[in-house]
């Protein structure tokens, strides 16, 4: 299963973007996944997942202000990020796993993409 991440760019505070992360091959209705990012200097952290019954759960810093989600056709998983902050800024990476999870611990997912670089100023 290969993963890849687009969307990313550079925003000012209270805009928004939207990531999407494609699949090598038909994985959403099967695998479990989540979206993560990682700060300069900082460890990667969760920040949304849906497993694969489509539970999601946020975190705290993007509740309400990001959205995860899959495709009617169900062959991309996206992300859409609003009122953006200089701290939402970092690589964001999409993650999958065949198990029924939805968990912040990168190391439950199997697989990961390259990251998109997003930029908050």
């Known amino acids: 299963v290969q993963l890849v991440e687009s969307g990313g760019g550079s925003v000012q505070a209270g805009g928004s973007l939207r990531l999407s992360c494609v699949a090598s091959?038909?994985?959403?209705?099967?695998?479990?996944m989540a979206w993560f990012r990682q700060a300069p200097g900082k460890e990667r952290e969760g920040i949304t997942c849906?497993?694969?019954?489509?539970?999601?759960r946020y975190a705290d810093s993007v509740k309400g202000r990001f959205t995860i989600s899959i495709d009617n056709a169900r062959i991309t998983l996206s992300l859409q990020m609003d009122s953006l902050k200089p701290e939402d800024t970092g690589m964001y990476y999409c993650?999958?796993?065949?198990?029924?999870?939805?968990?912040?611990?990168?190391?439950?997912?199997?697989?990961w993409g390259q990251g998109t670089q997003v930029t908050v100023s």
């Open positions: 849906i497993a694969n019954d489509g539970v999601t």
């Open positions: 091959e038909y994985i959403f209705r099967r695998y479990s």
């Open positions: 993650a999958a796993d065949p198990r029924y999870l939805c968990s912040w611990q990168t190391s439950m997912y199997r697989y």
